[in-house]
């Protein structure tokens, strides 16, 4: 893999280019069919569309699509204080989601949405091995360095392209090797802006990063 190639670590959409890891994220359904999966793609069950009545099929099939070689990650998989779904549903399929991630050695891709101290308390109590990954990250510094101090990465997105956002000051500071960056759902965003904006913040040229951070992707994906 080259070093100067971008890594759009978590998107929803199918971009393809040849200076370009494209990491496109899917919900698994009991229908998906592993011929339809993209050739670099992260799979999980989003706390969003967890029903109560079929996410055990789905997830049965998730169990076997996951051993593809096309599947880098799991997730996003997580937790969401702000959807219905009770919060002991929703750690009982995340719980799964780790269980699978270890066994395959894979590194998890997280949602969490007003959920850190449950985060942080499953992280310790598992002793899971495997990177766990907060994507969309975009809170303040202080909530930022207490997940650093408790071993999680962060994929970071459109959130630095706002010069108000807490998450400013995060991106500057962030070790090496304890980030990637991201598109999430947006299309009118390119992967190429989030890393001229990450390389403005953290004061490093464009070349510099992403070779940075092809290293990250590196290290975070071939556990095994
Ligand atoms: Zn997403």
């Known amino acids: 893999m080259g070093l100067n190639m971008f890594i759009d670590f978590h998107t929803h959409h199918d971009r393809k280019s040849t200076d370009l890891i494209n990491l496109q994220t899917?919900?698994?359904?009991?229908?998906?069919?592993?011929?339809?999966?993209?050739?670099?793609?992260?799979?999980?069950?989003?706390?969003?569309?967890?029903q109560l009545e079929t996410w055990e099929s789905a997830w049965a099939n998730l169990v076997v699509l996951a051993k593809s070689t096309k599947v880098i990650a799991i997730g996003e998989?997580?937790?969401?204080?702000?959807?219905?779904?009770?919060?002991?549903?929703?750690?009982?399929?995340?719980?799964r989601h780790i269980e699978l991630a270890e066994t395959l050695q894979k590194p998890l891709v997280i949602h969490c949405v007003k959920a850190f101290s449950e985060l942080i308390a499953l992280k310790k109590n598992t002793k899971s091995s495997i990177p766990w990954i907060i994507h969309g990250f975009h809170k303040k510094i202080?909530?930022?360095?207490?997940?650093?101090?408790?071993?999680?990465?962060?994929?970071?997105?459109?959130?630095?392209?706002?010069?108000?956002?807490?998450?400013?000051?995060?991106?500057?500071?962030?070790?090496?090797?304890?980030?990637?960056l991201e598109t999430d759902d947006r299309i009118d965003?390119?992967?190429?802006?989030?890393?001229?904006?990450?390389?403005?913040?953290?004061?490093?040229?464009?070349?510099?990063?992403?070779?940075?951070l092809v290293e990250t992707y590196h290290q975070l994906t071939s556990l095994s």
Not at 142 to 161: C, P, R
Not at 192 to 212: F, G
């Open 26 to 50: 899917l919900h698994v359904t009991p229908e998906l069919q592993s011929e339809s999966l993209p050739n670099t793609c992260s799979l999980g069950l989003h706390p969003w569309f967890v």
């Open 77 to 95: 998989c997580g937790l969401d204080r702000n959807i219905d779904l009770p919060m002991e549903v929703q750690i009982a399929v995340f719980q």
């Open 142 to 180: 202080e909530v930022f360095q207490q997940l650093l101090n408790h071993d999680f990465y962060f994929s970071l997105g459109t959130a630095i392209l706002s010069d108000r956002s807490p998450v400013i000051q995060a991106i500057a500071t962030v070790p090496n090797g304890k980030f990637l």
């Open 189 to 212: 965003v390119t992967i190429e802006q989030i890393y001229n904006r990450a390389a403005t913040l953290r004061q490093v040229p464009l070349d510099t990063l992403k070779s940075q």
